[in-house]
């Protein structure tokens, strides 16, 4: 066969299934009793959605397959296009270049009744795109104005399109770059950023535990609780917890209450920050964080798009033609985009956790393509060209291990002055202290460097004044032909006069109390032959000595303020070719001016996976102060036991220490239900010391709509254990109140009248309450977030208008998302006219408000759901040149529980004396 023979074969085939797609969807539109024209017109559109445009308009019905050779038919012209739209407002998710935007109300006009409708471009619609056309004729900027008027994109921007997915109500805008703003990934208009509703919250975690030991038992319980009242874009918050324990051996019960932390906090979107009111923490991103109660102000990256959170480096170039450009990072392509002629600036790349340098290649238009090298390499003080981030906070301290907490100021600035330098100050101040800070990070094609000096001077009542400085160096890079990755190799040196801001409060509290400033030498632990006094003492012993303050000065191992001298941190990551596995390498050490000794921690591993079986070998090391050190060796492998998704896991594990101590360790575990909402595990265990003896557990778990359960028993050698944890969130909103999982920052309230049972798709285990209520307990704040639902289940009386919307919520709001639905009546009609003939397939049937609910299937059959039990509909039809309609009314019987099916009746469609005469086009 010739390729052109091919090709025509091929056409010709295309059109030939376009039209027996279009054909089925027809004649299933009949069947389907859909809610509106809108709903049977996007069942036709899902015939094949893929389907090239000019199949589409190519097809055509052949009409004596239908019944009675498709004599009584009625005009079909407008379902042999699949891309058929009726006339309309629709509420559709809004994406620009594959990218979301928002949702809103479109409408969509057509020119003429048997014509798809298009979507009619306003200001608002403009707005929400982002597109801000320039030099618009007098004539254009008017139509913009007049509601009546449909003003096409192609009008507006030469080059851009609209296209319409009416089955998941998505309109799709085309926009050459050219006419593009300079607006990033990600971007949300702050305009459309969600505050919320008025509403309250709690978050509560609960945990009990029993454990009985030698004849004692002895129960303690934790609850910690996070209320919230959300007052427009007020936030307060309230952190407290509350811990219980019982009597055992002769001592009381106690009970301790604690109110961790109260604020009032809310955005100000003009600078990108947070004002907060109360207590909190600093971001440590210069300085160590620490507890302030005062006020505070700070910048928040999430206001920012994603695609400019973090570092990345800004790729320029020149293109010579209307070019491709496409970035590769470690051989992935991590973005690719189209420019015009000349200079072209990305500027948006998403951070890629500390980098590998990026590869760029232009792709010319002429089939010439050349390629440079960005040096990407990061670490956490670097920021991206332009991007600044400032803190301010002032009040006081907040520490509780100190009486008297002193008033202090701090603030700090970081800049991102393009891709190679960063620099970033602070300064701080308290009562007796001050300090500053003064630092650079660089990004080199050799790795990332940040170093920062501080100095700082600290008088102490009664002691000294101290002066000194510290030094940090920081260093992090990825290379990607040897699979290494040092992600963070860290250290630092203090002198000995060098205090931070917490130590230096500490300190001048400890000589007002006359208490030692300065740890000494550590003091060890009292033994009997060899073996510390606390391992030697029975659970009830030890809960009589609690509250002794001579017990306590025993076990303690020192008292004072640790005066850091060196401090060493790194973390290495190498893989070991495609099947060889990765190995790895964590460590730190630090030591002291004010203590001998080193306090190191150290491990080594290797992970691989042969099969479906995945293993761990490591080693670790810990040296203590007291010059102790101990070896552990461990070996771990994971095995899936079934091929389904609900198979339990086996992992087991033997660990052997340098005392000559080994434990082996068996473990089963898995999940069950609908959503995974079940799981359980067991446990068997054996350590051959003689301390732990056999042990064994029991663990269950739920995680419901409403609360999360888990639980555990077990039970080893002279003892018993079982614990409880209940956790879970509760939301007071302007409906009602609504209980949920544990809450995160940002949560939505779902509302979805009659949709009970309807699960949420972007939160396991959540589905809509009988009050039509549904709780999210987590989004992302200031981007958009598309939540769905799934109807699956529903019953066929309930019909949601969509299933997905976006909302782009504030920090810390508690937003309602609506999902509009129709509660209705299925029933199926047999009808005729008077005298006894056929209804006209495909002719629309309309409510008693005028609105299409359905269209008349063959043999005069309807489908349909209806709002009341009784009522009337009509039916309207083409005949010739006149439009014809008739009516019948209906009526159903009572609807009760156990009626959720489609009821059927006869009834016959009466005509009206009187016929409308409607002209051709043209006379």
């Known amino acids: 066969m010739s390729r052109a023979r091919a090709s025509a074969w091929a056409a010709a085939t295309r059109r030939q299934q376009a039209r027996r797609r279009l054909l089925s969807a027809v004649i299933g539109l009949a069947l389907c009793g859909m809610a509106g024209e809108a709903a049977c017109a996007s069942a036709v559109a899902a015939v094949d959605a893929s389907a090239p445009a000019a199949d589409a308009l190519d097809a055509s019905f052949d009409r004596t397959m239908l019944s009675g050779a498709g004599q009584n038919t009625t005009d079909l012209s407008r379902f042999e296009r699949g891309d058929f739209v009726p006339s309309g407002t629709y509420s559709v998710d809004i994406y620009l270049n594959e990218r979301p935007v928002g949702r ?120 910690g609780l996070n209320a919230g009242l959300n007052l427009g874009r007020w936030h307060l918050r309230n952190d407290s917890s509350m811990t219980w324990q019982s009597a055992v051996g002769g001592t009381r019960a106690n009970r301790h209450w604690q109110n961790v932390a109260t604020y009032a906090q809310r955005d100000l979107p003009a600078i990108r920050a947070q004002l907060t009111l109360g207590d909190s923490w600093t971001s440590g991103e210069v300085f160590d964080s620490i507890g302030v109660r005062g006020i505070q102000l700070a910048t928040d990256d999430r206001m920012l798009p994603q695609s400019l959170r973090g570092y990345a480096p800004t790729v320029r170039g020149v293109a010579d033609s209307n070019a491709k450009v496409t970035v590769r990072q470690n051989g992935m392509v991590i973005y690719q985009t189209t420019v015009a002629p000349g200079p072209f600036v990305i500027n948006d790349l998403y951070a890629t956790g500390y980098g590998g340098d990026l590869e760029v290649s232009v792709s010319e238009a002429n089939g010439r393509v050349h390629t440079f090298a960005v040096p990407y390499a990061s670490v956490p003080q670097l920021l991206r060209a332009g991007a600044t981030r400032f803190s301010v906070a002032a009040g006081q301290l907040r520490d509780l291990s100190i009486e008297h907490e002193p008033a202090l100021l701090q603030a700090t600035v970081q800049h991102g002055f393009n891709n190679l330098l960063t620099g970033y100050a602070g300064v701080a101040g308290s009562q007796g202290y001050a300090t500053a800070l003064l630092g650079s990070a660089l990004n080199t094609r050799y790795g990332a460097f940040a170093m920062d000096v501080s100095t700082a001077r600290t008088r102490i009542p009664g002691v000294d004044n101290l002066s000194g400085q510290s030094v940090r160096l920081s260093y992090s890079k990825m290379l990607a032909q040897t699979g290494t990755s040092l992600t963070v190799a860290a250290y630092r040196y203090s002198t000995s006069g060098y205090l931070a801001l917490d130590d230096a409060a500490r300190a001048r509290d400890y000589a007002r109390r006359g208490l030692p400033v300065f740890a000494a030498d550590p003091v060890l632990p009292q033994t009997i032959n060899g073996v510390p006094v606390s391992e030697l003492l029975t659970p009830g012993q030890l809960a009589a000595l609690n509250g002794n303050a001579g017990f306590e000065a025993l076990l303690q191992v020192g008292a004072g303020i640790d005066r850091q001298r060196n401090n060493f941190s790194i973390t290495l990551n190498q893989q070991l070719g495609s099947r060889g596995g990765s190995f790895y390498v964590n460590g730190s050490a630090r030591d002291y001016w004010n203590r001998p000794g080193t306090d190191t921690q150290f491990q080594l591993g290797y992970n691989n996976s042969l099969g479906r079986m995945t293993y761990n070998l490591s080693a670790s090391r810990e040296r203590d102060l007291f010059g102790r050190s101990e070896n552990r060796y461990m070996a771990s492998l994971t095995i899936p036991l079934g091929d389904s998704a609900h198979a339990p896991v086996f992992t087991g594990a033997l660990t052997r220490d340098s005392n000559g101590g080994m434990q082996e360790q068996a473990t089963v575990n898995g999940t069950a239900g609908v959503d995974d909402r079940f799981s359980y595990g067991a446990t068997a265990a054996h350590d051959n010391s003689g301390v732990s003896g056999s042990t064994g557990s029991l663990t269950g778990g739920y995680r419901g709509t409403h609360v999360q359960l888990n639980a555990s028993v077990g039970a080893g050698s002279g003892y018993s254990q079982s614990a409880l944890n209940v956790a879970g969130g509760i939301v007071a909103h302007p409906g009602g109140i609504i209980f949920g999982q544990s809450l995160g920052d940002t949560v939505a309230i779902v509302r979805a009248p009659d949709a009970a049972g309807a699960r949420i798709g972007n939160a396991a285990g959540v589905r809509v309450g009988n009050d039509g209520y549904a709780l999210i307990p987590y989004l992302t704040p200031y981007v958009l977030n598309t939540v769905t639902i799934d109807p699956t289940g529903l019953s066929l009386d309930v019909q949601l208008d969509n299933t997905s919307a976006q909302v782009a919520p504030r920090a810390g709001a508690v937003v309602m998302v609506n999902f509009k639905s129709e509660s209705g009546r299925f029933m199926l009609i047999q009808t005729h006219l008077d005298d006894g003939s056929t209804l006209p397939f495909g002719a629309e049937v309309m409510n008693e408000q005028g609105r299409v609910i359905g269209v008349v299937g063959q043999a005069g059959r309807i489908m349909v759901r209806v709002a009341r039990d009784a009522g009337r509909i009509s039916v309207q039809w083409q005949d010739n040149d006149a439009t014809r309609t008739c009516s019948l009314p209906y009526k159903l019987s009572p609807a009760g529980k156990d009626r959720h099916g489609i009821e059927q009746i006869e009834a016959t469609c009466r005509q009206p004396d009187s016929v409308a005469v409607v002209g051709r086009s043209g006379t």
């Not at 008027?149 to 009416?166: T, Y």
């Not at 593009?180 to 009990?208: C, E, H, I």
Request: with cysteine; glycine share 8%; aromatic share 8%.
């Open 104 to 223: 809103s109300e479109v409408r969509f006009a057509a020119p003429s009744q048997d014509a798809s409708a298009t979507p009619c471009v306003t200001g608002a619609l403009l707005d929400t795109l982002g597109l801000h056309p320039s030099n618009l004729s007098a004539q254009a900027s008017a139509q913009l104005s007049d509601a009546a008027a449909c003003v096409g994109i192609e009008q507006l921007i030469p080059g851009a399109s609209m296209a319409f997915d009416m089955p998941d109500l998505r309109l799709d805008t085309s926009v050459p770059q050219a006419f593009l703003g300079q607006m990033a990934r990600g971007y949300v208009d702050p305009k459309y950023w969600d505050s919320g509703v008025t509403a309250g919250l709690l978050n509560y975690n609960f945990n009990a535990y029993r454990t009985t030991s030698q004849g004692l038992a002895q129960t303690s319980a934790y609850l």
